[in-house]
């Protein structure tokens, strides 16, 4: 495939670029969708369902595939969540598939249909249950919902062949988690770090370096938040704590449990939040939580007060992830459309704008030609530092999926 070389942008462009990635509504949107309550629903709730519509909890251990009709239907059609594709610098929507098709010939049918995982899972678990085409042929979910689809024998394994960019450039953080060894299933859209922000009028000189000072701190009580999302609120605890969330047990658990039982009985965490943080954080609300590292690169823009530090222990990072539905017409094509966003051109441009963390090695230039702050950005652009602090939450099985989640929402109140 001819690599993708974009014109040099002029000073103008560059500058109206960055005015169009401060505005906040990339990243900002996207995060707002509460990936966060979404597991829990699953888990507590989804699984039931599943039961009740005669789904198995588990089905084959390898998807199924249909006639791809690629060579002859130069389309493809991909499922993604809103404001989670690039728009250039004149307000032109999605420049980087005007361009796969102008090398390639196939149209991409983009569709903004995820607004929760739950809520997607549910529109396409009747036809995958029974073995039917969704319509789609490339879908973008959530870590823990991509290892249960692929768990549940749903998605297509992937023809390494069509992936030779992809393969050689994949960030070595993100090659190899549990739920997808080797990504034989899967490629990441993007990675989402969560990391600890702070205002910095509202701390008054209190230093904030780690978990352990959000969480006994006096002098932050009531003025703490920590995410609604379990995998990140507990995984960060559990770092705090010095042990592994890939390899944590069931007492590790419980034990990250209590210590922010204690926080909250203490009054010492304010509240369980998701993307509305943000308000709280550059008010002042907060003088410091748990965040997400594409809010914080917008609050940052928006804020001098606003900054965010990596804990010593470590940082949780999750991934929203491309996959192809088991019947999927379009298979070879969606697997070309993977490859382009995998070539350092496109991928400077999705991550100019959407301002989360580039799975894709040799970027780094790139995007510095259209924003060389965002080039230079760690929660963007990792530095080897800062990847190795990068940790992921082991996959769960059902059952204790089922009763994490049901431990974390007695704690939060939900």
């Excluded at 090398?103 to 678990?125: A, C, L, S």
């Excluded at 988690?177 to 008054?204: E, M, Q």
């Excluded at 509240?271 to 709280?280: A, L, P």
């Excluded at 702050?373 to 082991?394: G, T, Y």
Aim: charged share 25%; aromatic share 8%; glycine share 8%.
């Amino acid at each position: 495939m001819e690599q993708y070389e974009p014109d040099r942008p002029s000073a103008a462009q560059v500058a109206a670029m960055r005015r169009s990635l401060r505005s906040g509504r990339a990243s900002l949107t996207r995060r707002s969708l509460l990936r966060a309550s979404a597991g829990g629903a699953l888990a507590v709730g989804g699984l039931g369902a599943l039961s009740a519509c005669g789904i198995p909890p588990a089905a084959q251990t390898s998807g199924v595939s249909s006639e791809d009709h690629s060579a002859k239907e130069k389309t493809v059609n991909f499922s993604n969540w809103t404001e989670y594709m690039d728009v250039d610098e004149s307000g032109k929507r999605h420049p980087t598939l005007d361009e796969f098709k102008r090398r390639t010939g196939i149209t991409v049918k983009y569709t903004e249909d995820i607004n929760d995982n739950v809520e997607f899972f549910g529109k396409i678990k009747p036809q995958l249950a029974a073995g039917q085409d969704t319509g789609r042929d490339l879908i973008c979910v959530t870590d823990w919902l991509a290892a249960r689809l692929i768990r549940f024998g749903w998605v297509q394994k992937l023809d390494a062949s069509n992936l030779p960019t992809a393969y050689a450039n994949l960030s070595q953080q993100f090659r190899s988690p549990d739920w997808d060894p080797g990504r034989a299933y899967s490629y990441p859209w993007t990675g989402i770090s969560t990391v600890i922000a702070y205002n910095k009028k509202a701390l008054d000189g209190v230093e904030v370096t780690s978990v352990s000072d959000l969480l006994d701190n006096p002098r932050l009580k009531g003025r703490v938040g920590f995410l609604t999302e379990m995998r990140d609120s507990v995984g960060m605890t559990l770092l705090d704590m010095g042990k592994d969330p890939g390899t944590f047990s069931d007492d590790d658990f419980d034990a990250a449990i209590a210590r922010l039982q204690k926080a909250v009985d203490k009054g010492q965490i304010r509240r369980f939040t998701g993307n509305d943080y943000t308000s709280d954080l550059s008010k002042g609300d907060f003088a410091a939580c748990l965040a997400w590292a594409g809010d914080v690169v917008q609050l940052k823009a928006d804020s001098p007060d606003v900054d965010f530090v990596i804990p010593d222990s470590g940082y949780m990072t999750s991934t929203d992830n491309l996959l192809v539905p088991n019947k999927a017409r379009h298979k070879t094509n969606a697997e070309r459309l993977i490859d382009f966003y995998y070539e350092p051109g496109p991928a400077a441009q999705l991550a100019a704008y959407i301002n989360y963390v580039c799975p894709v090695d040799g970027v780094k230039a790139e995007l510095a030609r259209i924003d060389e702050d965002a080039a230079n950005n760690p929660l963007i652009i990792p530095d080897e530092e800062m990847a190795a602090k990068s940790h992921a939450f082991r996959s769960l099985s059902s059952k204790e999926e089922t009763a994490y989640e049901e431990k974390f929402a007695k704690l939060t109140g939900a």
